[in-house]
């Protein structure tokens, strides 16, 4: 193989890896909160108020158990 | 505010909402403290109202000073969540993963104020009616 082959391979690869963690980041879970029409702020992930609406928002969406940061 | 309008009204407005935006699965109702008004859609049938109680405590707790508009979407492996608190009521909503939360938020807001302008103008009618009829038993 030569190097200009081994270079577009290695750019390929990289592309699909951060593809993947493009569509991981869309994936995880989130709570976004806004109060009084301000700045939207996302929680921190594993905070408790974060873990509680995950958790009540899988109540409702009949989801099993999980934490943010799991 | 919110006993002297009729339940079905809340029903309908919520029936309104899963019309209005075929992304939402299922909606709930509360009042500020808590008490489920009105449900609509496909929503876990058990402990709903528990579950409502929660929400609304948990957004509470975001709102320190109690009455401010509050907005919180939540998202979860296979759904959303989207609540929100404007005066008297806190209204909360189950969605797919792909949505804008803009527009919920926007169809939530929407229904939220006519709400709120259906117990007005029920609030104006019966004051309306009351003076009627304090002024024909004083005639």
Known sequence: MSPRQR???????????????RRRDVRRPRVRVRVDHG????????????DRLLALAREMLDEPEETLDA | MLTRMAATAHDLALRYLLELSADIRGALLMDRGGDLVASAGLLPPEELAETGR?????????????DQTVEVDVFAGRGALFVLAEDAHVMVCTT???????????????VLRDIDRAAAAEERREASHGQREAAGSGA
């Open chain 2, 96 to 110: 797919n993963r792909s949505v804008n939360p803009g527009l919920i938020f926007y169809d939530m807001h929407a």
């Open chain 1, 7 to 21: 270079g577009r391979l290695g750019g390929y690869a990289e592309e699909v890896a951060a593809a993947m963690r």
């Open chain 1, 39 to 50: 700045e939207a702020r996302v929680l921190a992930e594993g905070s408790p108020e974060a």
């Open chain 2, 54 to 66: 929660r929400i609304v405590r948990e957004v509470s707790g975001l709102a320190p000073d109690g």
